[in-house]
């Protein structure tokens, strides 16, 4: 009886906030984990009108699947708390927390899915047995984790949502390693396409995918998963970087819906871009309220010398030296605009960014012919700009490989992969270099920075202008990818992407001064409201609640670099160590010998 340390005897401090017996609560998880696996092969509803076709026994569907999935975590961090041979790497703290968000997310599906038949199709009438099973089912494991020991006595909901010590990892091999990080991606690129092949029209659906993915990865976290896989991937950052870059490669062989691969496309596009402005706000510390502007132009560029009818010149480049001019005419125009505005700083700065961005969005709206001189044909913009010919294949066609058709958007989505690739390798390797260094020390304290001899005017222009840069090269794929340029998308906030709210968003809601994070953050972004159509008129107000929880409860966010982290919490570690005063007798003792 000395061995064990089960909650049998547990204090009323220790004790959650529901008075069940221990021996009661880890199996009532069980047993409503093993019921909402359960209530997944069940009808939930009598009509197919509810999307994802709920109505099959046998045969889970749409929510029914995520339902299941949830089950099954629960189940398995029930399983781990009992010590199940094998399951101890889940939960390796014993920690209350991830099962009561395991828990919950489970219950948020099941919930949220009975309620949704309901108000959709009129009633609770349109309710059927399954769908009740279900959310009573989901219900029994939250109440049992509330049973289980506090996870902090004494802090209430709070101690529930604060993320639990975790006890040092175990070494493994280096193959074992690799193997991880090899499932974790494969996992991930699952879960990616899962979530993209959601159909537009099943708003319902994809809310669901939401909620058990943050759910689910808010209980990986308290249960030190995702920390350790984030260790792994950093250790193995080669290979972990490859890894990404292959599983991206698969993802268009896994769709049979071009239109998939356009949203791909895009998602690439616009994280390229954000990555970009991750130089200018992440790096340095610049505050650019018009980047958009500088994606204009390069697709302006590249749209006046690519072969269209439209264009004034009536030149044909081909892509390479297409892309070299739009990179060069956003450097042009970052240097010139840098120029005589990086001297300032703060508001100021950024006042002068949204005024350049509404400058370039009204001067191509206006050369016209009528109001200026015809170059970019105002409101109308240059269309009919050819496809992207590269090695004798013409990106527009479909090509097949194998059993395998690839349409327009995945010979697209291979090529932004490439750049993509190429301006992450550009970002790290800037990030990591000399200039690099400089940007984060003008960033922290440029005054400081300036006293220790960095050139802050010159740091500062060159990472005005390699950004700009950057959005020029994705401008030029973004003209040829839409077939046409015009100047209503470079505004700084509108209902659709690309516009310099969305991407500003798109960094600090990923992480600023992170590779991943501006990757994350525009994927996020643009997914969810594609996926929720009817949120398009909403869009904004959406953004900012999201910025606004985001900078309450993590403002360093999504993905975050250690500095930033240990700005933004408190950490117990002091900046300063602490110093001790000889006492005057020592020091008289002292003197005296």
């Not at 990986?220 to 290979?239: C, E, I, N, P, Q």
């Not at 590249?302 to 004034?312: C, D, F, H, K």
Request: aromatic fraction near 10%; charge should be neutral.
């Amino acid at each position: 009886m000395s061995t064990m340390t089960d909650t049998t005897l547990q204090t009323p401090a220790e004790r959650g906030p529901l008075p069940l017996p221990a021996a009661v609560a880890r199996p009532l998880i069980a047993v409503g984990a093993v019921g909402t696996i359960a209530s997944a092969f069940m009808s939930w509803t009598w009509t197919s009108d509810f999307p994802g076709n709920l109505t099959i026994y046998g045969y889970p569907a749409g929510l029914q699947i995520l339902a299941l999935v949830a089950g099954a975590l629960t189940l398995l961090y029930v399983l781990a708390l009992w010590r199940v041979k094998g399951l101890g790497w889940l939960n390796p703290a014993g920690a209350t927390s991830p099962v009561f968000l395991t828990a919950l997310s489970a219950f948020a599906v099941c919930w949220f899915t009975g309620i949704a038949i309901a108000v959709d199709l009129g009633g609770l009438v349109n309710l059927d047995p399954g769908a009740y099973v279900a959310m009573v089912a989901s219900l029994l494991p939250v109440l049992g984790a509330l049973a289980l020991p506090h996870p902090a006595p004494g802090t209430g909901l709070k101690g529930y949502l604060t993320k639990p010590d975790q006890p040092r990892p175990g070494t493994l091999s280096p193959l074992v390693e690799r193997a991880v990080v090899t499932v974790g991606t494969a996992l991930g690129l699952v879960v990616f396409t899962y979530g993209i092949g959601i159909d537009d029209d099943d708003s319902e659906t994809f809310i669901g995918f939401l909620l058990i993915c943050v759910f689910a990865a808010w209980g990986l976290v308290h249960a030190g998963l995702l920390d350790r896989y984030t260790t792994l991937s950093t250790r193995h950052k080669g290979f972990a970087a490859c890894l990404a870059f292959v599983a991206a490669v698969i993802f268009p062989f896994t769709q049979s819906n071009d239109h998939n691969a356009n949203i791909g496309v895009n998602i690439l596009i616009f994280a390229t871009v954000a990555l970009g402005l991750n130089i200018v706000v992440g790096l340095t510390g610049l505050l650019d309220l018009g980047y958009v502007a500088f994606l204009g132009v390069g697709a302006y560029a590249a749209a006046l010398v690519s072969g269209s009818e439209y264009s004034p010149f009536q030149v044909h480049f081909p892509f390479w030296a297409a892309a070299l001019t739009g990179m060069a005419a956003s450097l042009v125009f970052g240097v010139l605009i840098g120029g005589p505005t990086l001297r300032l700083r703060g508001d100021y700065l950024a006042i002068v960014t949204l005024g350049f961005g509404e400058i370039f969005r009204i001067t191509v709206n206006n050369l016209d012919g009528d109001s200026g001189p015809n170059i970019t044909r105002g409101p109308n913009g240059i269309t009919q700009i050819p496809d992207i010919q590269l090695f004798g294949f013409n990106l527009g066609d479909a090509h097949t490989f194998g059993s395998f058709t690839l349409g327009r958007f995945a010979n697209y989505l291979f090529l932004m992969l490439i750049i993509t690739a190429i301006v992450v390798l550009v970002f790290t390797r800037a990030a990591d270099s000399r200039i690099g260094r400089s940007w984060i020390a003008i960033r922290e304290d440029e005054t400081a920075a300036t006293a220790m001899g960095i050139n802050g005017f010159r740091v500062k222009l060159i990472a005005f202008a390699l950004g700009a840069s950057l959005a020029g090269l994705a401008g030029t794929v973004m003209a040829h990818v839409n077939y046409s340029v015009n100047p209503q998308p470079y505004q700084f906030a509108g209902a659709a992407p690309p516009n310099s709210a969305f991407l500003l968003a798109a960094v600090v809601l990923g992480g600023m001064g992170t590779v991943s994070g501006p990757l994350l953050g525009a994927s996020l972004l643009y997914l969810i409201p594609e996926k929720l159509q009817f949120m398009q008129n909403y869009e904004l107000l959406a953004f900012g609640v999201a910025l606004i929880l985001l900078m309450r409860f993590r403002p360093e966010g999504i993905i975050a670099n250690r500095r930033r982290k240990l700005e933004f919490h408190e950490t117990g570690q002091l900046d300063v160590p602490a110093q001790t005063t000889l006492s005057e007798d020592t020091a008289v003792t002292k003197a005296g010998a």
